[in-house]
């Protein structure tokens, strides 16, 4: 079999971010092929599988209807001590997904629209001419192959080759990453099988969480996310203890059986600078593209493809693939996103401060609603919260802080900037 070697956008890594970038700029009318180091998209999966949204925010994405096992209609967070912040709804708010057939249905469909792909070739280098990249090597059966493009979209995940070689992103630092194990489970005692179940605390996922998700009556995706360097024991002991020991995972628990075992790391320290430079678009994972406090990454990857797919096209059409013209979709992407990141990650570094005690104190005062709103970003309606409802006067401080961005937090961000340099 034939494959392009020369095209007008080479998206590398096929996961929902470069599918659906590929989807949207072939469907317009580019010529694209996607590369994927993976024979089978999607395999093995390194996902909770969970895609939290409002009814109106689902109906904008594109989610293959055969990847859903389960619809999901609240949620509940636990803290420390077990006091949960419940939320639910009568309508859908959300879905457990199969990634296996989730990632191969998105990838099917951008070929429908028009896309080539190249399947076991992985990508080691760009090609540079005279300091403009001019396409991607790879390696594909022991053979070097070169391919040529005006345009290369960077969705190769969170150890993006093409973020490291054009400089996007050179490095993630220990601290931007949380790594996660989990298992798919049956035999699982769940007793409100479309709710997805969160618990905290520094002795159970420390600068993280345990979720578990419902696939089903008897059957969930359960794991657990924690920040790296953070916490005493290994990840896989922190979800193992959740399973044997923790009041309400033994209960979970008791008869489940994993069936399937999952590793990944998950960039949660927020998009880099620029995603763009000359010829090249970052997006997904390879471009941070993921909510840093709750590690949740493909609706946003999808939302941020949907842009560069769009821009990608129209800078073809223009016949200018500049840093500059490619910029409309940094201001794209950041329109819809940004502020959302900024938010997430101030409250990723406030669940670095706070202890124990002040977290199941916090749980008292919050409800399922402030929760949305903290991790959607909606400031105005956290704000009126704080003033009026926040009876700890140390706490309300510390919230306050995160949200604005004040005291410990900027200072701890600009530190951290003056090291990277
Ligand atoms: C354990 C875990 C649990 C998670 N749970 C959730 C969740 O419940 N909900 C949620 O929304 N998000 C979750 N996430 C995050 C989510 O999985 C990612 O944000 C999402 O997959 C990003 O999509 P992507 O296309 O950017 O990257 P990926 O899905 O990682 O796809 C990248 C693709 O690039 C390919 N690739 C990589 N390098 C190369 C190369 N050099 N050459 C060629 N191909 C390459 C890979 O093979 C892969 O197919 C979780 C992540 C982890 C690790």
């Known amino acids: 079999m034939d494959f392009p070697t020369k095209v007008d956008i080479v998206v590398v890594g096929g996961g929902p971010a470069g599918s659906t970038a590929a989807a949207v700029a072939a469907k317009a009318g580019a010529n694209v092929l996607i590369v994927d180091r993976k024979n089978h998209v999607g395999v093995p999966v390194q996902c909770g599988e969970a895609i939290g949204k409002s009814k109106s925010e689902l109906e904008q ?36 997904v199969d990634r296996r057939v989730f990632d191969k249905e998105l990838f099917a469909k951008a070929v429908e629209l028009g896309a080539n792909t190249w399947l076991g070739m992985s990508v080691t280098d760009i090609i540079w001419e005279n300091g403009f990249p001019k396409g991607v090597l ?40 949380d790594t996660s194990v989990g298992y ?13 179940d969160f618990f905290t605390g520094l002795k159970v996922a420390p600068r993280g969480y345990v979720w578990v998700f419902p696939q ?9 996310g924690v920040g790296v360097g953070f916490g005493e024991k290994t990840v896989y002991q922190y979800l193992n203890d959740f399973m044997e020991k923790h009041p309400i995972g033994t209960k979970i628990c008791k008869n489940a059986k994993p069936i399937e075992f999952r590793v990944g790391a998950i960039p949660v320290g927020g998009p880099p600078k620029k995603t763009v430079t000359n010829g090249v678009i970052l997006v997904g994972d390879a471009a941070g593209q993921v909510h840093p406090l709750t590690g949740g990454g493909i609706s946003y990857s999808m939302t941020a493809a949907t842009v560069a797919g769009e821009i990608a096209q129209k800078c073809l059409v223009k016949g200018d693939v500049s840093e500059e013209a490619l910029a409309d979709y940094e201001k794209g992407w950041r329109e819809k996103l940004e502020e959302k990141f900024a938010l997430g990650l101030r409250m990723r570094k406030l669940l670095e401060v706070m ?31 704080i003033k009026f409802r926040l009876k700890e006067p140390e706490i309300a401080k510390l919230l306050k802080q995160a949200i604005k961005g004040e005291g410990k937090f900027i200072e701890e961000e600009e530190e951290e900037e003056e090291q990277e340099t």
């Open 61 to 96: 994405l594109e989610i293959p209807k055969n990847s859903i096992v389960n619809t999901i209609s609240g949620f509940r967070v636990y803290s420390p001590s077990n006091i949960p912040v419940t939320w639910y709804r009568d309508e859908t708010q959300g879905y457990i």
């Open 355 to 385: 202890t124990d005690e002040q977290l199941d104190k916090l749980a008292q005062h919050l409800s399922g609603d402030n929760i949305i709103e903290l991790v959607s970003g909606k400031l105005k309606k956290i704000w009126k919260y």
């Open 138 to 177: 790879g390696r594909f059966r022991g053979e070097k192959i070169e391919i040529r493009a005006n345009i290369i979209i960077g969705a190769d995940g969170v150890n993006s080759v093409i973020a490291r070689e054009t400089g996007l992103r050179s490095y993630i630092r220990r601290k931007d990453l």
């Open 184 to 196: 798919d489970m049956v035999n699982v005692e769940l007793d409100e099988p479309r709710w997805m």
């Open 216 to 224: 089903g009556e008897t059957r969930a995706n359960i794991g657990i």
